[in-house]
């Protein structure tokens, strides 16, 4: 079991920035990826992000593609979200996960919460 634990969620003004982190604990050697998800109030959740552990490979939505950035520590098991520009739509839950080999979500973490003030 992969244990995945967000932080640094926040309100912001537009244009603003924030910068969320991911640690993981438990089985963390079997996942391939970690990613970044997010669910703005009374939409479907949405993949943000995402970064192989081993190649440090990334992949973003065209929605945040320029302005977030993911990265990764291995030694610390940790993944990071640099979200610059902020923009009002970018409001929403982000949650963390843990992604497999073949592209399912393992593990979720419950997520934290970004807000964007116009």
């Known amino acids: 079991q992969v244990q995945l634990v967000e932080s640094g969620g926040g309100l912001v003004q537009a244009g603003g920035s924030l910068r969320l982190s991911c640690a993981a604990s438990g089985r963390t050697f079997g996942s391939a990826a970690m990613g970044w998800f997010r669910q703005a109030p009374g939409k479907l959740r949405e993949f943000a992000a995402a970064?192989?552990?081993?190649?440090?490979?990334?992949d973003y939505a065209t929605a945040v593609k320029g302005r977030f950035t993911i990265s990764i520590d291995n030694a610390k098991n940790t993944a990071y979200l640099q979200m610059n520009n902020l923009k009002p739509e970018d409001t929403a839950v982000y949650y963390c996960?843990?992604?497999?080999?073949?592209?399912?979500?393992?593990?979720w973490g419950k997520g934290t919460l970004v807000t964007v003030s116009s």
């Open positions: 996960a843990a992604v497999s080999a073949a592209g399912g979500v393992d593990a």
């Open positions: 970064i192989s552990r081993s190649r440090g490979a990334t």
